[in-house]
Structures are given as structure tokens and as C-alpha cells.
């Protein structure tokens, strides 16, 4: 990532028109490089996300002695060194902004023999990490952090580790995922019990590597021992980014959008089905599976839409489209009222605080509570908004530009390049009016 600040300037621009395809899907990239990592063999993959995030984890595996080839227009061969090959890295493990990478790394690393730093960029600095410290430690790990339970962290892995059966505390594919990866390397049986569904990528992937593993409920299982076989990966487009794509669409008249090639794997629609229950015109063209994970073209076209209570059950399956969803529900008709979504807090920024503030700035009647926020739509002004580092932030508020009445400028927008490298030349080439400036 540049160092160099940058800003969005939105002049409005739509209606968003055509057909284009966002970057791969990150989940779903940063397992395809851990579990090739940890496989036997070559695992080829296409379609990966070079995202900020995404590199961060494979310069870590290529730092413990794994080789690969790539990435280079999302394809990488991986030489996969085993679940037992990994090497101590000659210094700490940067994860930059990524929770992904640190969390599911730190489940990795529990296994090993040998210690490991983990450390990140200011925002992951500030994220919680105890939620996974507590169940690795009860696997047998030793993880030191800073005040709090906060990044850097200390991985003193132990290759004896031992099955758990663990009840998640909160809703987390990242912390499911995290112990999953550990109990690779653990003597028995190691549970997951979750307290609501959530992406599960992680499972679906380890079948794809010839790991078994099995669901009962709520409760996903694994035993260690085994062995991951290299294979072929095609990562779809990553609904979350689609989502900024899908709520610029449906405000801005005139629009008609095919998004092509998206994962919609079921534990990550929940962005589809808030839009629609609040009168979106979203229609999944094509559907099919691809190695494992169900993919479509989503058609989005203008829609008046009308503000509604948002299910809690849905906020696991939509955690990270909040930031759009609530500029979807600035330019519904009526309330649109969240609850239940505490989690939103813990994010790359605090993304109840941030985006209520922002949305104030436009105009917009919208008012944050402990686990939610209301937001009453009406018309949206211009201004000036922060994105606070939050790649998801500065999306959200470029579309929330295209039906402003006067320009909105969203300044530090270069972490963007985390999750979406080429966003803005996506976003001008599909019809909204966005420059890139030098920050200010
Ligand atoms: C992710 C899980 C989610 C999500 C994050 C990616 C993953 O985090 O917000 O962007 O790849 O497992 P939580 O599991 O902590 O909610």
C-alpha cells in the first residue's frame, strides 16, 4: 500500500450500468494460500484476490519456507509443505490491517514448534484478540499480547496440542476458524460449536483438500492427524465487494448492473436479503457451484426502497456489508433499524461510530446505539466524511456520493486497496463519477 494519503471525490455520476466482475473473494483467498501452504503437493489457484490482506498472509507462509508462484492476474501455484513443514520466520509476521490473516494465523501457529510475533498496522493493533488467545490456550498454546488482549502477539505453538470442544462466545467465522486450523495439529477430536451460523469457508475448503471433517448442528468437527492433498482452487468474486456495487445500483435511477461471477454461498447473503425485504430489485442469474462454492450473476436494477427492522439472525450473514446497507437504508423510504450487531464495533474501524458520524455529515438523520444504529432516509447533502483507515467506509460513502446533492469528498481512502485494488477505475468504468486526489 502507498504510504501517499489519498482522497475520493465524488461528483455524483450513475446510473451504474453494464456488466463487471469485483476482485476474488478475500475469505476465501486467504484459505486457498494457509490450507495450500499446509497441503501436500501443488495447489493451483485462480481467480485469487491481490489485496493488501490477502498478500499479507502469503508473505507470511512464503516467510515459514513455503514457495509460490504468483500471484499474477490471480493465478498462484502453491508448493504446498505439508501440515508438518513450516519453518520458524527469521522476524514478525506483519498481518498489516488484516484480522483474517492474525486470527487464523494464530490458530495455525498454535501448532508449531517454534514461537512466533504476530503484528499488524494501527486499526488491527486496537482489535481484540483474546477471543481467540482463550481457546488456543485451552488447546495448549501460549499467547502473550500487549494491554488487553491486543495485537502484537506472542505464539509460543506446541506441537502436542490438544482437542477441545469449544462454544463460541460470539458469532466468528474467524475464531471457528482459528481453532479448527489448530485441532489440524491436535491430539483427538476438536469442536466448534457456533452460536449462529457463519461463513464457512473454512469447512467447505478442508473437504476440497480431502480433510475430513463433519457438521451436526451448530457443532463443526475435526480430528488431527490427517493430511491436506494439493488441489485447484476458483475463487469467485467476492459478494462484499459486489455489495457497494449492489447498493449504488439500487438508489441511483436508471441503473441496471450485472455483477458477474459472485459467491453466494448461503452463510454470506444476508446483504441480498436485507436489500430485497426492503424492496430491492435483485435477481441471481446463472446460478451454479464451483469447486464447492455456489456462484451467480447478480442483477441489480433501481428500486424504491423502504426502510425495515433488520432480522438479528441475518447480521452474522451480512457482518461486513453494514457499511453499505446503512447508505441503502439513508435513501429508503421510512426507518431502517438495526440491533444486535455489537460486532460491527471491533472491525478495521468502529463501523457504528464512523458511519453515523459520516452519514450526519451528509445530512443524513442517523443515530448510533450500543448495537446498531436507526437511520431515517431522506435526501443525502454533500460535505466531507473520514473513512478512518476502513476500506468498507470509504466504499460505502463513494456510493453514498452518487446520489448526493453536492460532492462528497472521503478522505484516506487508501486502504481500499486491502480488499479492492482497482476500485475506482471499476467504480468510474461502470458510471460513477469519482476522481482520486492527493490527500488533504
Ligand atoms: C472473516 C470473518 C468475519 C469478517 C471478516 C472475514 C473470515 O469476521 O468480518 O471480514 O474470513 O473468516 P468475524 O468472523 O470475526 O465476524
Not at 508449531?112 to 499488524?120: A, I, K, N
Amino acid at each position: 500500500m502507498t504510504d501517499r494519503k489519498i482522497d475520493y471525490l465524488v461528483h455524483g455520476g450513475g446510473p451504474l450500468r453494464g456488466r463487471i466482475r469485483v476482485p476474488g473473494d478475500k475469505s476465501i483467498s486467504h484459505r486457498a494460500v494457509m490450507f495450500g501452504a499446509l497441503a501436500e503437493g501443488e495447489t493451483r489457484v485462480t481467480g485469487l484476490l491481490e489485496g493488501e490482506d490477502v498478500l499479507a498472509t502469503l508473505g507470511a507462509f512464503r516467510a515459514m519456507g513455503m514457495r509460490a508462484e504468483g500471484p499474477a492476474d490471480g493465478q498462484l501455484l502453491i508448493h504446498g509443505v505439508g501440515l508438518r513443514g513450516l519453518r520458524a520466520p527469521a522476524e514478525a509476521i506483519d498481518c498489516g490491517n488484516s484480522g483474517t490473516s492474525m486470527r487464523l494465523l494464530a490458530g495455525i501457529l498454535s501448532g508449531q514448534p517454534f514461537s512466533t510475533t504476530l503484528t499488524g498496522d494501527a486499526s488491527l493493533r486496537r482489535r481484540p484478540m483474546n477471543r481467540v488467545i482463550t481457546p488456543l490456550s485451552e488447546m495448549g498454546s501460549r499467547i502473550e499480547a500487549a494491554e488487553n488482549g491486543r495485537p502484537p502477539l506472542q505464539v509460543h505453538g506446541n506441537a502436542q496440542l490438544r482437542g477441545i470442544h469449544y462454544a463460541l462466545p460470539v458469532a466468528s467465522a474467524q475464531v471457528k476458524s482459528a481453532v479448527l486450523l489448530a485441532g489440524l495439529f491436535a491430539d483427538g477430536e476438536t469442536c466448534v460449536t457456533e452460536p449462529a451460523p457463519t461463513r464457512d469457508h473454512t469447512e467447505r475448503m478442508l473437504h476440497g483438500f480431502g480433510y475430513p471433517i463433519r457438521r451436526e448442528g451448530q457443532t463443526v468437527c475435526l480430528r488431527g492427524g490427517g493430511r491436506l492433498h494439493g488441489t485447484t482452487i476458483q475463487v469467485p468474486a467476492d459478494i462484499s465487494s459486489a455489495a457497494f456495487f449492489m447498493v449504488g445500483a439500487l438508489i441511483c435511477p436508471d441503473s441496471d448492473l450485472v455483477l458477474e461471477h459472485v459467491g453466494v454461498n448461503p452463510t454470506r447473503t444476508g446483504i441480498i436479503e436485507i436489500l430485497t425485504r426492503m424492496g430491492g430489485r435483485i435477481d441471481l442469474l446463472n446460478l451454479r457451484e464451483v469447486g464447492g462454492e455456489p456462484v451467480a450473476d447478480i442483477h441489480v436494477r433501481s428500486s424504491r426502497l423502504t426502510g425495515i427492522r433488520i432480522p438479528e439472525k441475518l447480521v452474522p450473514l451480512a457482518i461486513d456489508e453494514f457499511p453499505a446497507i446503512f447508505v441503502a437504508a439513508a435513501c429508503a423510504e421510512g426507518e431502517t433499524v438495526l440491533t444486535g450487531a455489537e460486532e460491527l464495533r471491533v472491525k478495521e474501524s468502529d463501523r457504528i461510530a464512523v458511519m453515523a458520524d459520516g452519514l450526519q455529515r451528509l445530512g443524513v438523520d442517523a443515530r448510533p446505539t450500543a448495537d446498531g444504529m436507526v437511520i431515517r432516509g431522506g435526501p443525502i447533502g454533500g460535505g466531507e466524511v473520514e473513512s478512518h483507515t476502513d476500506h468498507r467506509i470509504a466504499m460505502a460513502f463513494s456510493m453514498a456520493g452518487l446520489v448526493a446533492r453536492e460532492p462528497v469528498r472521503i478522505h484516506d481512502c487508501r486502504h481500499v486497496a486491502t480488499s479492492f485494488p482497482g476500485y475506482a477505475e471499476l467504480a468510474r468504468s461502470a458510471g460513477l463519477s469519482l476522481s482520486v486526489e492527493e490527500g488533504r
